[in-house]
Antibody
Framework: EVQLVESGGGLVQPGRSLRLSCAASGFTFDDYAMHWVRQAPGKGLEWVSGISWNSGSIGYADSVKGRFTISRDNAKNSLYLQMNSLRAEDTALYYC??????????????WGQGTLVTVSS | QSALTQPASVSGSPGQSITISCTGTSSDVGGYNYVSWYQQHPGKAPKLMIYEVSNRPSGVPDRFSGSKSGNTASLTISGLQAEDEADYYCSSYTSSSTLGWVFGGGTKLTVL
């Protein structure tokens, strides 16, 4: 069974940094792209970033470009999101999602349960 | 990336059919057959229901179907059941401003 477990969320002040992690199991991690998708409280879904199986292709939403960095460690079956210069509008539940294939053109299935990031002073 | 346009809400009675539209541009919905649909129940993670416009993952009932015409994709649920009440989101690969993915704003389905 595929399992995705996010961690690293919490309360952080504006301008500070946070690093999210996603531990994957139940599938061959280095065969698949991975994504981060977020959902602000009471709002819709927003794709944040994605990374191909070998980290050769990476994409970011305009709203986080230059501030967030996605990475993966295939040896540790883990996905990461380094979030810098955090803003109040980054407050959201951050989901880790497995890509359907190995490249970025790969929709999201399945999803983890999410980790909550709150940016507030 | 601009969000895709979905109706805020739709409703139907058990047994009926409903359709949720998802309108984008030639840079996303109209330019690629990479439209997917997700179901989200309150407090739960989203679940993939349709991928590549009209394909169903295993385990998704065949009451759920997808289609696309031009820049608009659609999700149809036939034979509505109470457990179908949820939020539904469309998503498309996009080449606008940057390569990536864009979601619709979501549609709340109410089963009357």
């Amino acid at each position: 069974e595929v399992q995705l477990v996010e961690s690293g969320g919490g309360l952080v002040q504006p301008g500070r940094s946070l690093r999210l992690s996603c531990a994957a199991s139940g599938f061959t991690f280095d065969d698949y792209a991975m994504h981060w998708v977020r959902q602000a409280p009471g709002k819709g879904l927003e794709w944040v970033s994605g990374i191909s199986w070998n980290s050769g292709s990476i994409g970011y939403a305009d709203s986080v470009k230059g501030r967030f960095t996605i990475s993966r460690d295939n040896a540790k079956n883990s996905l990461y999101l380094q979030m810098n210069s955090l803003r109040a509008e980054d407050t959201a539940l951050y989901y880790c999602a497995k890509g359907y294939y190995g490249d970025l053109v790969s929709w999201f299935d399945p999803w983890g349960q999410g980790t909550l990031v709150t940016v507030s002073s | 990336q601009s969000a895709l346009t979905q109706p805020a809400s739709v409703s139907g009675s058990p047994g009926q059919s409903i359709t949720i539209s998802c309108t984008g541009t030639s840079s996303d919905v109209g330019g690629y057959n990479y439209v997917s649909w997700y179901q989200q129940h309150p407090g739960k993670a989203p679940k993939l229901m349709i991928y590549e416009v009209s394909n169903r993952p295993s385990g998704v009932p065949d009451r759920f179907s997808g289609s696309k015409s031009g820049n608009t994709a659609s999700l149809t649920i036939s034979g509505l059941q109470a457990e179908d009440e949820a939020d539904y989101y469309c998503s498309s690969y996009t080449s606008s401003s940057t390569l990536g993915w864009v979601f619709g704003g979501g549609t709340k389905l109410t089963v009357l």
